[in-house]
């Protein structure tokens, strides 16, 4: 079995073991399912995965798309990748079945996606903004709408866009320009405008394109409350169904990345001869706020990405440090012994466990917040709703963040244990590496994240949020306790490290968010990054003391055989191995908050 | 005045107020110099960098090296480049006089390159590699490989590489294989083996090529011991000077790496045919050995390429981020302000900090360590020579190690700052982390040079080397203390935790070298990039005091204009940041070294 691009036996417990995921099935809206089902809809992204995906990652690498007579060109194998996608049926996975979906948990949806993000990613981002675009209808969209764009984008026929960012506002959302003109009929507006960084904005694999536009009825206050969301097809869609006439949407250019070469990306010219036409979707002056509701989503289905990059790098790294002989141990003198493999050095295994933290825990939250949104969605009493709510507001931002700057330096590690092998193109991870350096920077930046996380999500609601996170935690460190009461107190250190650490972190929150009404928010935010830094270490201990706790409950109660223990091991001694090497670098990083540093915001232009 | 490669005060503060280079006239070596000749020739390496290097930067990059019927394609641009440098006399510019030098100190030999590299670090590698090459050959050659060989490297009509690694052997010299049997001429050997990695090896730019080779001869010994040095030319030279027949040297194949495309890189086969001589260059069995009297040269090389790519993408970051308009500061409610440069953004200044303390910092460290191989080959006292070397040695692994990886911090923070577009081949900050990425694998991996640090250089001569560190950062604690002493205390707070964290080093070090009696290497050398962090950060934090406690006392004596107070300010700014943000991140680490941290070395295999 390969596991390159993912351990299926890690999968299974991140899903059972930690999440518990059957639980679910007591919600009404997964009741027809079993765990059988959840599997075969693993097994079969697998091997689609597998089969359709990984083989022509290097190949959409090498052939980036390009421009011949107006039309994209791409490899033919992405288009068949996506095919066998959307037959399958995972574009609906999470749908009602009312309109034709599996009502699958939105975590099986996500696990399924972590076989494809680790296969190919930029094959299967056509799908991902798909799915997005999809979302957005179904959740604003008239009936008319849901029918005309929303089935097709579910079976694939149509693809779907997100177009936010322009040349001149990128993460300045408040300053987009496009503009549109109300006509005669009612809901459909002129459009013209030009967008920028647009992910699969033309291609000629789908009948159509749907594209989910940012832009400002004319007249409209300026800032965000002045934007409004409309779908904006390739080619217009009449009211049954057929397509029509071309609707003035231009590819004005293609961006060439360092990575991700595989989608097409974009800069896009509406309606230059005056002819787009564009359906608003939702309120008038919504255009942001319905784009949030899906925002969540969207960051932890990028930060999915981020960590599954990381994990299929850690796995490509593994095998060939278990492989390539090289050198000997210090204090070897005989030069005729024979060479041992790299994972015998020390410091090679520390470059692993870089990466197997970062990928096994990255997933583990990454799934933790997708099953917080079938909670949020599912779950029979309110509170909990709302809680599931207030919890996944303040993890996402820390997963999207904290999670894609860890998942690049797992990329870098795994570089460094391939050496020159792996600074060249005939292995692929120095493309995992160039991959994953988009993801700090789209679907906001990691600075916008961490102003999120402190200047908003640690705030809202009177902070209900972070102190859910903070239960939570207690919790872990709770079970942990008991388990040394009960005489295994392989990890009593930890949970006092992690006790004390918690403790810290919500001084350090209440003495910042405090402050501002005197420091004001630019003073206080200007260490916005640094308070991401110390959460993120604080929720990455936390998942793995989560996993630790488990693992060692199942080794006690399990008659596991050999290759489920050594893996029950491995998860015991990676928390361990965090615990001594990551989370005591939290600590420098609370001093600074704590002494309410400057430094940064100090420094004057003319001194650089 | 164009600012994008390096900012030409900064080199003069480095130059003559931090290391105060013209004192070196006062060695007979450099009597005939003054500092209009050193200016005369930064700026001749500043023009020919610019006109020649830089343009072509982009383009070596897209156009990667190919075989076109065994012969290596290469964009005539890099010929041109390489000709004006060697025309300019930059090959042999260190050289005594005698055989056509400048005797020019080798500081400003490396200040001089510092251009180059920033400029186009693929193309000025030819010449990099063959000063190394001719570097060793006039170490240990005879006259008569001096007179063929190194006098047409010095004047750019050859060309020299190095040839150590080989496809099973890239960090293990330990185990290369290449065979050399004597021949009826004594000194002349027949060669037969494979080699990997070689930066150069074929081309056609210039008329030969001399490799420096590592080999076995028949019947040697197995380990570094068995090894000797061989110069093998692509085409043999005659006594007289005169180009023969070819050498049977061929190019196996090119090597597509991920950056520093514009060098190509090769696999070699020598002697396929049988018919492959070499001449030994030093005694048999002292291969390595004469390698490495060269190794601190060619470290610190690698290392002020790293520096160089970090201080070029600084510097395109920061005019980016004071031309970019995006965004408002936090509590600025109304959008139609207009928006600031993302300068003003705290996070900005952060993302800049990090790569202005890593540039400037990097540059000041590796014109030191230049600094020191002066000292150690002309100052007329022999103990003085002694401990400029022994100071060396201790440096060489953590410029090339620390720095390195610091580098690319610096370098994926300009690709963040820049955003989307950052990401894009439209700007050259991208390749510059790519081009970079090279750095922490070649000349010793950064996890070799750790445990040459920690298991090597931190013990020999009973620790001379560090001592003499220790000693260089008590002084500029003094010089600080001295400063707040006459009044000025802006810097006092950073002497005293330097002066904590110095303490600590020694304690630690101590530790760590006299536990390995009793717990072995293995367990030791476990930590040896842990401790080359802490030894980077307290070197780095010295580097920082140094420059701002210079700083100081020049904003105080010097009637300076505007421009000069503000790059003063900014010395001393940017090391009171690094003292909040950087320094304390060694104190987890020390403690990790202290408690003798085992979690790495425990992980085994089968957790993975």
């Known amino acids: 079995m390969s596991e390159d691009l993912l351990r299926e036996d890690d999968l299974a417990f991140q899903l059972h073991d930690v999440l518990k995921v059957t639980d679910m099935l007591a919600y009404p809206r997964f009741a027809d399912h079993d765990r059988e089902v959840f599997d075969q809809v693993l097994a079969s992204a697998r091997s689609i995965a597998e089969e359709k995906f990984r083989p022509h990652n290097r190949a959409a690498d090498l052939a980036e798309p390009y421009l011949e007579n107006g039309k994209v060109v791409l490899l033919p194998e992405v288009k068949e990748a996506l095919d066998a996608f959307f037959s399958a049926g995972f574009a609906a996975?999470?749908?009602?079945?009312?309109?034709?979906?599996?009502?699958?948990?939105?975590?099986?949806?996500?696990?399924?996606?972590?076989?494809?993000?680790?296969?190919?990613?930029?094959?299967?981002?056509?799908?991902?903004?798909?799915?997005?675009?999809?979302?957005?209808?179904?959740?604003h969209g008239t009936a008319s709408q849901k029918r005309r764009f929303l089935e097709p984008m579910m079976s694939g026929r149509f693809f779907g866009t997100m177009m936010l960012s322009e040349p001149h506002a990128g993460s300045s959302l408040s300053d987009v320009r496009t503009k549109a003109v109300p006509t005669a009929e009612e809901g459909v507006y002129r459009i013209s405008g030009s967008k920028m960084w647009i992910s699969g904005g033309q291609q000629e694999m789908s009948e159509n394109i749907v594209h989910m536009v940012l832009a400002r009825i004319e007249g409209a206050p300026a800032g965000v409350k002045g934007l409004s969301l409309f779908a904006i097809p390739r080619y217009r869609v009449a009211e049954d169904g057929s397509i029509g006439a071309d609707n003035d949407v231009r590819v004005a250019g293609l961006n060439h990345k360092m990575g991700y070469r595989g989608t097409v990306n974009t800069v896009?010219?509406?309606?230059?001869?005056?002819?787009?036409?564009?359906?608003?979707?939702?309120?008038?002056?919504?255009?942001?706020?319905?784009?949030?509701?899906?925002?969540?989503?969207?960051?932890?289905?990028?930060?999915?990405?981020?960590?599954?990059?990381?994990?299929?790098?850690?796995?490509?790294?593994?095998?060939?440090?278990?492989?390539?002989?090289?050198?000997?141990?210090?204090?070897?003198?005989?030069?005729?012994?024979?060479?041992?493999?790299?994972?015998?050095h020390a410091d090679i295994?520390?470059?692993?466990?870089?990466?197997?933290?970062?990928?096994?825990?990255?997933?583990?939250?990454?799934?933790?917040?997708?099953?917080?949104?079938?909670?949020?969605?599912?779950?029979?009493?309110?509170?909990?709703?709302?809680?599931?709510?207030?919890?996944?507001?303040?993890?996402?931002?820390?997963?999207?963040s904290w999670f894609s700057d860890r998942a690049l330096e797992a990329n870098t590690a795994a570089i460094q244990i391939m050496g020159g092998y792996g600074y060249t193109r005939d292995y692929p991870v120095e493309q995992f590496w160039r991959d994953n350096r988009l993801n700090p920077i789209h679907e906001g930046?990691?600075?916008?994240?961490?102003?999120?996380?402190?200047?908003?999500?640690?705030?809202?609601?009177?902070?209900?949020?972070?102190?859910?996170?903070?239960?939570?935690?207690?919790?872990?460190?709770?079970?942990?306790?008991?388990?040394?009461?009960?005489?295994?107190?392989?990890?009593?250190?930890?949970?006092?490290?992690?006790?004390?650490?918690?403790?810290?972190?919500?001084q350090v929150t209440e003495k910042l968010t405090s402050a501002r009404a005197d420091m004001g928010d630019r003073a206080v935010l200007a260490n916005a990054t640094a308070y991401m830094e110390f959460t993120g270490r604080v929720v990455e201990s936390w998942v793995w003391l989560?996993?630790?706790?488990?693992?060692?409950?199942?080794?006690?109660?399990?008659?596991?055989?050999?290759?489920?223990?050594?893996?029950?091991?491995?998860?015991?001694?990676?928390?361990?191995?965090?615990?001594a090497h990551e989370l005591p670098r939290a600590g420098p990083v609370a001093d600074l908050l704590d002494r309410m540093d400057g430094t940064s915001l100090a420094m004057q232009d003319v001194w650089f």
């Open 445 to 506: 930046t990691n600075g916008i994240q961490a102003i999120d996380l402190l200047g908003r999500k640690a705030v809202i609601e009177g902070g209900r949020g972070l102190d859910l996170l903070h239960t939570e935690i207690v919790e872990t460190i709770a079970a942990t306790r008991a388990q040394t009461e009960d005489g295994d107190g392989r990890l009593a250190a930890e949970a006092l490290m992690l006790e004390a650490m918690t403790s810290r972190h919500r």
């Open 546 to 579: 989560r996993q630790a706790v488990i693992a060692l409950r199942l080794l006690t109660e399990e008659e596991a055989g050999d290759e489920r223990r050594h893996f029950l091991e491995g998860k015991i001694h990676a928390c361990r191995w965090y615990f």
């Open 349 to 400: 295994r520390r470059l692993l466990l870089t990466q197997k933290t970062a990928a096994e825990g990255g997933l583990s939250l990454a799934l933790f917040t997708a099953s917080l949104i079938d909670r949020q969605h599912n779950h029979p009493d309110e509170a909990v709703r709302e809680d599931s709510r207030r919890l996944l507001d303040v993890l996402t931002p820390v997963l999207k």
């Open 93 to 139: 996975g999470h749908h009602d079945a009312e309109i034709g979906g599996l009502q699958l948990p939105w975590t099986i949806q996500q696990a399924a996606f972590s076989y494809f993000k680790a296969a190919n990613i930029s094959s299967i981002a056509y799908a991902f903004l798909t799915i997005a675009a999809a979302n957005l209808l179904l959740a």
């Open 268 to 344: 896009m010219a509406l309606g230059e001869n005056g002819d787009c036409l564009g359906e608003i979707v939702g309120e008038p002056g919504r255009g942001l706020a319905g784009m949030f509701h899906m925002m969540n989503e969207a960051r932890i289905g990028v930060s999915l990405g981020a960590v599954m990059l990381a994990y299929t790098g850690y796995r490509h790294s593994l095998m060939y440090a278990r492989e390539r002989p090289q050198g000997r141990h210090p204090g070897e003198k005989d030069p005729a012994s024979p060479q041992v493999p790299l994972i015998e």
